[in-house]
């Protein structure tokens, strides 16, 4: 049985009466499919299945065949009802509106059917359930796998997780790391940006979008202007361009650009994003290099340290556990900034042992007054205790 965290709270809302639709997103590749079906088919109602991952656009009518075809079985079921489980939704042009019909109607009827969808573009969906199905929805996020996970699922030691990221379909080809590359490349940052970005959403500038994410990899950890980012594209886009394409690579669970914290406006929408990678593979595999020569590159592996972290903060961001920004005002910096709630917490990562003061911090600890100071490595939290316990754990 699937042991993600994720996976008991779907068991439990599956095995409640009918009361929400129940929407499952996340990057692709992180096992969504696999989770719900296993739950799904752990609940003991019956089950049908349908994807419209096809090279071809299904239409509203598909959605209105598998309903149909799971409303037979509902009522053969009885009381107990059984489950609709509808796979890549958001490749299916006006799926919402065709959903909120769908389940409107079985709401009036009292139909027993329980629909989860799943989406591997959690921006696409979420859109689509906040335009159509107010009221009717509860999302569950499922992000990259954390360090927890890849070391309990392939016993993985911190260095192997800070290079290889967390994508589990890979984990098996590590042993060869030229095949394992191609294959992060291949199936999945070709496919997220073809199949996930490009396909469903309107990109003007696909050219621009795919160089931006290259990028934003090869910068990830650093705070780099707008400006600066089409002087390297060589691009006449604008600011606002590449801040739309931005969002879309966040949306895919790809890539993200943090914001400046500002007290209580939390953002400054107008200041130089800082470039994350939600899986510091999408930063590794491109690069040609192997662990060992990636290791024995201080500047290059304290890149993907504080990368890794990065993510590990993002992904939680990204499920809703927190916020996260970063702080700079002159040369003083703070890596990360966190709030959760009313706590506010400022994270430096180091990777070398350090005795130095860290001026970035406690000038923001003068300005904002966090809760909280963290230093991870350099004679801190060791990053590996600090990647395998969930970020509640940390800022809450």
């Not at 997103?25 to 096809?54: M, N």
């Not at 149909?68 to 009802?81: D, K, Q, V, W």
């Not at 003068?366 to 230093?375: E, G, I, N």
Request: proline share 5%; hydrophobic share 40%.
């Amino acid at each position: 049985m699937y042991t993600r965290p994720q996976a008991e709270v779907l068991s439990r809302r599956l095995g409640e009466p009918r009361r929400f639709l129940q929407a499952v997103t996340g990057p692709r590749q992180v096992g969504k499919t696999t989770l719900v079906r296993q739950v799904a088919e752990a609940s003991g109602h019956p089950i049908r299945y349908a994807s419209a991952d096809e090279p071809t656009l299904r239409g509203g009518e598909w959605i209105e065949q598998q309903w149909t075809a799971a409303r037979l079985a509902a009522r053969n079921a009885g009381r107990a009802g059984a489950v609709l489980v509808l796979d890549e939704v958001q490749k299916i042009p006006q799926w919402s509106e065709a959903v909120k019909r769908l389940w409107d109607e079985d709401t009036a009827a009292r139909t027993p059917l329980k629909v989860v969808l799943l989406g591997s573009a959690p921006l696409l969906v979420q859109r689509g359930l906040t335009e159509s199905l107010a009221g009717r929805f509860e999302v569950l996020h499922l992000p990259h796998w954390s360090f927890a996970e890849m070391r309990d699922g392939f016993d993985w030691d911190p260095d192997r997780y800070v290079f290889y990221g967390g994508y589990p379909g890979a984990a098996p080809l590590v042993a060869d790391p030229a095949r394992w590359a191609r294959y992060v490349i291949d199936s999945l940052i070709e496919t997220t940006i073809s199949r996930d970005v490009l396909l469903l959403t309107r990109v003007d500038k696909p050219a621009l979008l795919r160089r931006l994410f290259e990028l934003g990899c090869r910068y990830s950890g650093q705070v780099l202007s707008y400006t600066k980012m089409l002087g390297q594209l060589q691009d006449a886009g604008n600011a606002t361009t590449l801040a739309h394409y931005l969002e879309l690579l966040s949306g895919a669970g790809m890539l993200t650009g943090l914001q400046k914290y500002a007290g209580a406006s939390a953002r400054q929408r107008g200041s130089s994003p800082k470039l994350q990678v939600l899986n510091t593979a999408l930063m590794t595999a491109p690069s040609g290099l192997t662990l060992e020569e990636a290791r024995a590159d201080p500047a290059l592996w304290g890149r993907l340290v504080e990368s890794a972290v990065g993510a590990h903060l993002a992904n939680a961001a990204a499920a809703g556990t927190c916020e996260l920004y970063y702080w700079r005002e002159r040369n003083r910096e703070v890596d990360f900034v966190v709030r959760a709630g009313k706590l506010l917490t400022a994270i430096e990562v180091k990777t070398g042992r350090v005795r130095e003061a860290h001026p970035g911090i406690e000038e923001f600890a003068a300005v904002f007054k966090p809760r909280r100071k963290l230093l991870v490595g350099g004679g801190g939290i060791e990053v590996a205790e600090f990647l395998a316990r969930p970020v509640a754990d940390w800022v809450r």
